[in-house]
Antibody, heavy 120, light 109 residues
Framework: EVQLVESGGGLVQPGGSLRLSCAAS????????MHWVRQAPGKGLIWVSR????????SYADSVKGRFTISRDNAKNTLYLQMNSLRAEDTAVYYC?????????????WGQGTLVTVSS | QSALTQPASVSGSPGQSIAISCTGT?????????VSWYQQHPGKAPKLMIY???NRPSGVSNRFSGSKSGNTASLTISGLQAEDEADYYC?????????FGGGTKLTVL
């Protein structure tokens, strides 16, 4: 059974940093693109970042470029999102999602999400 | 890039059919056959319902179908059931990124 479990969320002050983790199981982690998607309270889904299977290719939404860094440790089956220079508008539930092996751009499994709150 | 455009809400009675539209541009919806649809119940993670415009993942009811014409994609739900009440989001691949729609709240009357 595919499982994605996020952790690392919490309350952080503006300008602060946080690192999210996503532990994956039930599939060959290194074979899949992985993504981070966020959802502000009461708002819609926003794609944040993606990384390919061996970590050699990454992409970011313009809103987080230069502040967030996606990475992965295939030996630990874990995806990361390092978030620096956090702003109030980064407040959201952050989901990790697996890129579908059959479709370029869809996400076939999602974690339960971890809440990041940026506030003083 | 701007979010794809979806109606804020749609409604229908049990047994009826409804359609949710998703309008983008030639750089996203119109440029690729990589439109997906997700269902999200309150407090839950999104669930993939349709990928590549019209394909259903294993386990998704055949009451859900997708299509695309030009820069607009559509999700149709036939034989509405109470458990279909949820938020629905479209998404499209767009040059090394993914763009989501603003979401549509489906109410089953």
């Amino acid at each position: 059974e595919v499982q994605l479990v996020e952790s690392g969320g919490g309350l952080v002050q503006p300008g602060g940093s946080l690192r999210l983790s996503c532990a994956a199981s039930g599939f060959t982690f290194s074979s899949y693109w992985m993504h981070w998607v966020r959802q502000a309270p009461g708002k819609g889904l926003i794609w944040v970042s993606r990384i390919n299977g061996d970590g050699s290719s990454t992409s970011y939404a313009d809103s987080v470029k230069g502040r967030f860094t996606i990475s992965r440790d295939n030996a630990k089956n874990t995806l990361y999102l390092q978030m620096n220079s956090l702003r109030a508008e980064d407040t959201a539930v952050y989901y990790c999602a697996r890129g579908s092996a059959y479709s370029y751009g869809s996400f076939d499994y999602w974690g339960q999400g971890t809440l990041v709150t940026v506030s003083s | 890039q701007s979010a794809l455009t979806q109606p804020a809400s749609v409604s229908g009675s049990p047994g009826q059919s409804i359609a949710i539209s998703c309008t983008g541009t030639s750089s996203d919806v119109g440029g690729y056959n990589y439109v997906s649809w997700y269902q999200q119940h309150p407090g839950k993670a999104p669930k993939l319902m349709i990928y590549d415009v019209s394909n259903r993942p294993s386990g998704v009811s055949n009451r859900f179908s997708g299509s695309k014409s030009g820069n607009t994609a559509s999700l149709t739900i036939s034989g509405l059931q109470a458990e279909d009440e949820a938020d629905y989001y479209c998404s499209s691949y767009a040059s090394s990124s993914t763009i989501f729609g603003g979401g549509t709240k489906l109410t089953v009357l």
